[in-house]
């Protein structure tokens, strides 16, 4: 059995029938046959070659034929002629149409949707001259929902691409910001000061990227904004990473009081995505640079204060930091465990510094050995991000002996150094210690 439906045998003539310049179009198979039937004998007796044209005039129109493939030795069109309309060419039909233009009394495709008229329930379509559409977005509308601009009313020109706005506000021409580099992108004057603020420094025009994260007791940042030239950062999280911005009332952070300092850190480490909290060595480093000295080598001291601000954060403080600094806390307390240990073996290295001092100044060795004591002892470090460090052994001592501790060129305590089998410094001091 043959599944293969049966073919009709090609045509003689192939030709394309256009019924574009003819009023009534060309209807459905029947009308087109019918159609057909009265024009074919009107061909009979004219020559036909590929590309020959061939048209009547009729009451509608005119109707157009052309030739596209004549068979080999067919000259001439008869009643036996076999021909094939391989197309028909007609007016397009509007399916939309626009309804401003047959308001106007012409055809018009409205080929867009007024979202307004959607919404009211009304069919009503626009075709691109009647259409309104507003730079930023492709939202059109129809004349008489021409959106208004959000802040005076005034037809607008645009939709606004930034923050608060995003593409859903529009906005008339007095209040379009352009964006300095994207030609495509406009702001209102709120989304503009947002995504290019000013800097704070009176007479800068540079845009404000760094913005002031100093908290006040609600856990509000500042916000104020300065540019990369005039900012301030705070490295309270280490070098490797981006510190605290601060603006120029809140630079001013030595000397600013301990409880203070301590909720700065740390809730501007909890509100950080990745960024964990200080270590009491981290803590403590802060407080020297900011002019706590006696408190940053006091590691217990530092705990003491840091549990301070978990109750503080408790009772009244912004309770989204409260676990964060808890969940610290434990990390915290071995930390202090481990850095007692330190200091149990500083001071047994400062009994050792005590006897050489006595044992080789003659002169100043009795002062300088009562008046030793240990500030920090820092064990070597071997490897780890910081790479590797040598054992420091960090000391007071009043000013006056500092001198005769050193020695000429730093002989002595280059000496000391050598004999105890690692760095010793002087806390406070500027010839090889830290202020």
Same mark, same amino acid.
């Given at each position: ?160 691409? %930034?923050?608060?706005? !995003? /593409? *859903? ?8 910001? $352009?964006?300095?580099? +994207?030609? @495509? ?125 978990? %109750?503080?954060?408790? !009772? /009244? *403080? ?8 808890? $969940?610290?806390?434990? +990390?915290? @307390? ?102």
């Amino acid at each position: 059995m043959n599944d293969q439906q049966p073919r009709h045998p090609a045509g003689q003539v192939e030709a394309v029938l256009d019924l574009r310049g003819w009023a009534p179009g060309g209807g459905g198979r029947d009308d087109l046959l019918a159609l057909w039937n009265e024009l074919e004998p009107a061909l009979h007796g004219r020559p036909l070659h590929g590309g020959s044209v061939h048209s009547w005039d009729a009451a509608h129109g005119t109707i157009v034929l052309e030739i596209v493939r004549v068979a080999p030795g067919i000259t001439t069109a008869g009643p036996e002629t076999l021909f094939d309309l391989v197309a028909v060419r007609e007016r397009p039909r509007i399916v939309h149409r626009c309804a401003d233009c047959d308001a106007l009394g012409r055809e018009g495709y409205g080929c867009f949707r007024c979202r307004w008229c959607a919404d009211e329930g009304r069919p009503e379509r626009v075709c691109v001259e009647h259409a309104v559409l507003l730079d930023g977005a492709l939202t059109p509308s129809c004349g008489r929902h021409h959106p208004a601009c959000t802040d005076c009313g005034a037809p607008a020109s645009f939709w606004c691409g %930034g923050q608060n706005c !995003r /593409s *859903g506000k529009a906005w008339c021409e007095q209040h379009r910001r $352009r964006h300095p580099q +994207d030609p @495509d992108t406009d702001y209102c004057p709120p989304c503009h000061r947002l995504a290019f603020p000013v800097c704070e420094e009176p007479g800068c025009t540079a845009s404000g990227t760094v913005v002031c994260d100093w908290l006040d007791l609600a856990g509000t940042p500042c916000g104020r904004q300065a540019c990369g030239r005039h900012a301030h950062r705070w490295q309270v999280f280490g070098a490797e990473r981006v510190g605290l911005g601060l603006c120029r009332a809140h630079s001013r952070v030595k000397g600013a009081p301990v409880e203070s300092l301590l909720f700065q850190i740390c809730c501007g480490a909890a509100r950080r995505t990745g960024v964990r909290m200080p270590s009491l060595a981290a803590f403590s480093h802060n407080l020297r640079n900011c002019d706590h000295r006696e408190l940053a080598l006091d590691h217990r001291a530092v705990r003491a204060a840091l549990t301070g601000l978990d %109750g503080h954060l408790r !009772r /009244s *403080g912004p309770q989204r930091f409260v676990r964060p600094v808890e $969940r610290a806390g434990a +990390d915290w @307390d071995k930390e202090l465990t481990r850095l007692r240990g330190h200091s149990d073996h500083g001071e047994q290295l400062v009994a050792e510094l005590r006897a050489l001092v006595r044992e080789q100044d003659a002169r100043w060795g009795e002062a300088i050995a009562a008046a030793l004591r240990l500030a920090e002892y820092k064990p070597a470090r071997t490897g780890g991000p910081g790479g590797e460090r040598p054992a420091v052994l960090w000391v007071h001592l009043p000013p006056e002996l500092r001198g005769p501790f050193i020695g000429p060129q730093g002989s002595r305590v280059a000496a000391y150094r050598q004999q105890l089998g690692m760095d010793v410094r002087i806390e406070g001091g500027n010839r090889g210690g830290r202020r």
